[in-house]
Each structure stands twice: as C-alpha cells, then as structure tokens.
C-alpha cells in the first residue's frame, strides 16, 4: 500500500515589531497612507473606524511615532537653531550679541559667557 506523507501544516513565524511596521508604512490600502490620508481628509471617520474596525487604520501609538520621526528629522534636517537662538538673543537684548557678551564679561569675568550663549 502506498503511504501519503503527511507534511505538517505550516506554522506562521510571528512578525517582529520592524516587520509589522514596514508594513503598515508601505501598505496603502489600509496603512499610514491611508490613515493620513483620512485624518487630513475626515478625522472623525478615522477615530470612529479604530473603535469599530480596528484593522482598517494604522494604531494611534504608531501614528503618532511616524508623525513624530518625520517632524523630528525635518527640523532637524531644515531648521538653523543656531542662527535662530542668536536672532532671539539679538532681538531680546536689544542689541547685537558681541556688544551683549562684552557688557557680561565687564560684569562678571569669571564667567565664560561665550559658551554659556
């Protein structure tokens, strides 16, 4: 008689947190394209599909953690904070900043004010 081998049914590997990740990222069906897509077009409809459809939406915690590696590499990338502290300083002072330094280090001159601004 002829034997059937009998394979085991296969067992599906649980997905890691980058794999579940990238997925979402790149799925755009229901992933976060499709989530910011919807929460710039009706957030309300978003917010309610999490609560009843919780597969459709990409989950707030994830949301909120790409929305936050975007802006954070974006001000980071774009933004001179250096020149942007300086203009405050100069603004506030009234004053260029040398000028500011100068009165400091008459005032306090033990002080590295330099590194301190």
Do not use: H
Not at 46 to 72: E, H, M, N, Q, S
Not at 76 to 95: K, L, P
């Amino acid at each position: 008689m002829d034997e059937e081998k009998s394979t085991p049914p296969q067992q599906k590997q649980p997905k890691g947190f980058l794999e579940e990740l990238m997925e979402d990222v790149f799925n755009l069906d229901r992933g976060l394209p499709g989530t910011i897509w919807g929460m710039l077009k009706k957030p309300e409809e978003v917010i309610d599909a999490y609560f009843t459809d919780r597969g459709k939406y990409v989950t707030p915690l994830r949301y909120c953690i790409f929305i936050l590696a975007v802006t954070t590499f974006i001000s980071v990338r774009f933004i001179d904070y250096d020149a942007m502290m300086t203009n405050a300083m100069e603004m506030g002072a009234g004053e260029s900043l040398e000028d500011l330094l100068a009165q400091l280090n008459q005032m306090i001159p033990s002080f590295d004010w330099e590194a301190y601004f």
